[in-house]
Every structure is written in C-alpha cells, then in structure tokens.
C-alpha cells in the first residue's frame, strides 16, 4: 500500500547535539515521514545551566534556537517552544528561598515570551510538577503558571503545560480569568479527559476512538534525546510510525490525518502547515 504524502507533526520534542544525538535524531523523525516538530526547550540543569536570574535562561533558550537553526537544515520545519520547567522550582529551592526562586522561573517566563514577540519562537512552555510537593510550592507553582497564561494572552501564542497526570480541572479557570482561550493552551502528555487541548502520546490507546469521534487533538513523542536515557519517553520515529500505522489499517484516513497534523496544529499554534 502506497501511503499518501501528509503532513506528521510531533507536538513536543526535544533534540540535544550536545548530550544527546541531535541532529542524526531529527534525521530518523524525517526518514520515518516526519514533516514539522515543534522543538521544546529542555531544562535548564541538562544544559549545565544554574539560573541565578530570569536573565539567565536567554543561554536556554539561545541554545534552543541554535539547535533548531541545525535541524532546519534537514528539510524539516521546526516551531521553537520555550520556556521554564515546572521542575526548576524544587532546583532552585535547593539555592534560594521558594519565594525567589518563583521570581526567577517568572523572570524566565518573562525572557521567554520576549522570544515570542520577536517572532524567535511560537509558544511558551510552563506547568507545575507532576510529582507530590508541599502546600507552599504548589501554590508558588501555581502563581508561575497564572504568569504565564498572563504572557501566553498578551504575547497571543500557545501555552503547553507539564502537570501531574489527569484533566488539570483548575486550569481552564486559571486561564479564562486572564483572558487566556483554553483551546490554545495544551497539556504535554495528555489523557482525553482534559478540557485543555490535549497531545497525546504517540500510541495512546486512545488515539482510534478519538479520531472516530472527530476529536481536535495532537501527537508527540516527548523525545528526551538524552544518552543516559537513549529512547525516553518514547524514540523520534514514533509519531510518523504510528501515523503511518493508522492509515495503513485503516483507523485512520488521509482527511483525518491532515486534521490532526495541521489543521488543529495551525488552531492551537497560529502557524500554517503546509508540505513544501
């Protein structure tokens, strides 16, 4: 069966020459029939970097912008996201109090969505940890979140969230209070139940009964690119491999697919998917 040209799209990815394979990774999303990634920026301690200020993550950033400039240079088209990982609070606790290192992670968030105005990158990244913290950090991790929905509204861009497993109910609220559409803002590693706009992992068990009901959502292979950690989450080819999958079976048609991987891509993000 000879599979139609479409448009694969992997909604969050990251590649890391430097500890990881970079380039010759983003070559395997091509080879597989990936067409378009949006290239998340990593934390800030896998890149050796202790910010002391917001200031401080343009190195993170930069270096995001570098990586993405390479894998241009593959045929692939490549959406930059940055931001600051949820994370980062419980790093920088260890230096500073909780107080101050949510001033930071704001600072940073405040850098980032300068990238955005700029026309550099299409989308912030921000959340709250996805593991158990105490009362005083979530509610600091929540007012980091609250900034960055603030920024994501008046930058006009995506906002993709890295939280706990579930439907994150309070943030739909948490975004309409600043005037942030909850359609753009878009939960990293997904289940179907949120009413934020979800990207699934690729093979979720979920993904057939999805398209079936017609369902706006987005895939992505949460690709680390880390050597101490060769294939996590899930390796650079799985977002075409399974699209390709889908079509080859059937569960998939090419009109769904091109509703996935850009039409609803384009909706969320504001960019326009087109095969060149």
């Known amino acids: ?7 694969i799209t992997d909604d969050h990815i990251h590649f890391d020459p430097v500890n990881g394979r970079g380039v010759d990774a983003a070559k395997d999303f091509l080879h597989a029939g990936g067409t378009h990634i949006f290239l998340v920026s990593k934390p800030s301690w896998s890149l050796g970097i202790n910010p002391c200020c917001g200031a401080d993550y343009a190195k993170v950033f930069d270096e995001t912008l570098r990586v993405a400039d390479l894998i241009a240079e593959t045929g692939l088209v490549v959406f930059p996201v940055l931001g600051v990982h949820p994370a ?6 260890e230096r500073m109090p909780i107080a101050e290192a949510a001033d930071v992670m704001r600072g940073g968030l405040d850098c980032a969505a300068r990238y955005v105005q700029d026309g550099r990158a299409v989308a912030l990244k921000s959340g709250r940890p ?9 509610e600091a991790s929540n007012g980091v979140l609250v900034h960055a929905l603030t920024l994501a509204a008046e930058c006009g861009c995506a906002l993709q969230i890295h939280a706990e497993t579930g ?4 943030i739909p609220d948490m975004a309409q209070r600043v005037g942030m559409p909850v359609a753009r803002v878009v939960k990293h590693y997904a289940s179907p139940d949120t009413p934020l706009h979800p990207s699934l992992i690729a093979k979720h068990e979920a993904i057939p009964l999805l398209i079936r009901e017609h369902r706006a959502f987005t895939m992505e292979s949460d690709f680390m690119d880390e050597n101490s950690r060769p294939g996590a989450v899930t ?5 075409p491999r399974y699209t390709k999958k889908l079509l080859e079976s059937g569960l998939m048609t090419e009109e769904d697919c ?15 998917i087109i095969l060149a």
């Open 1 to 7: 069966m000879k599979l139609p040209r479409v448009p």
């Open 88 to 93: 980062e609070i419980n790093r920088l606790a």
């Open 130 to 138: 996805h593991y158990e913290i105490p009362p005083d950090v979530l």
């Open 167 to 170: 439907p994150c109910l309070d």
């Open 235 to 239: 390796g650079p080819k799985s977002v």
């Open 258 to 272: 091109f509703f996935i991987h850009a039409e609803t891509i384009g909706r969320v993000y504001g960019v326009t």
